[in-house]
């Protein structure tokens, strides 16, 4: 599982990269498919990220790491949206970086996913 779960992170990664480049590009139609191929993204990475959770147990290092998991698919949402409107996303850009710092710090450190 934890496999799957790694994959379609890596893939939503570099899809997120990808629809601000082409946002940037000026092609809007690229842009809102790789945002709904993200969307579906999401939602295997949710599906996959409880499955584990369940699996590991749910202590507080592991809620705690889901929850920054999850502030981060909100920031991957929140990013494209507003670069879509036009609008300022300085401050979700630093939280993006605060939030993947802690969950890589989380997931590696902390509860050696790499032992998974």
Known sequence: MIHGHVTAWAL???????ALFLHKGGKAKGF?????????LYLLIIGTGIGMLVKTGLDT????????GLWIVVL??????????NRRTSV?????????VLVLYLGFHV????DI
């Open 12 to 18: 939503a990664l570099i899809l997120f990269f990808v």
């Open 92 to 100: 979700y850009w630093i939280q993006f970086v605060v939030a993947w």
């Open 61 to 68: 290092e592991h809620i705690l790491k889901a929850a920054a």
């Open 32 to 40: 809102k498919i790789v945002q709904m191929i993200l969307r579906v």
């Open 76 to 85: 991957f949402e929140m990013i494209l949206s507003r670069v879509a409107k």
């Open 111 to 114: 509860l050696h996913i790499y």
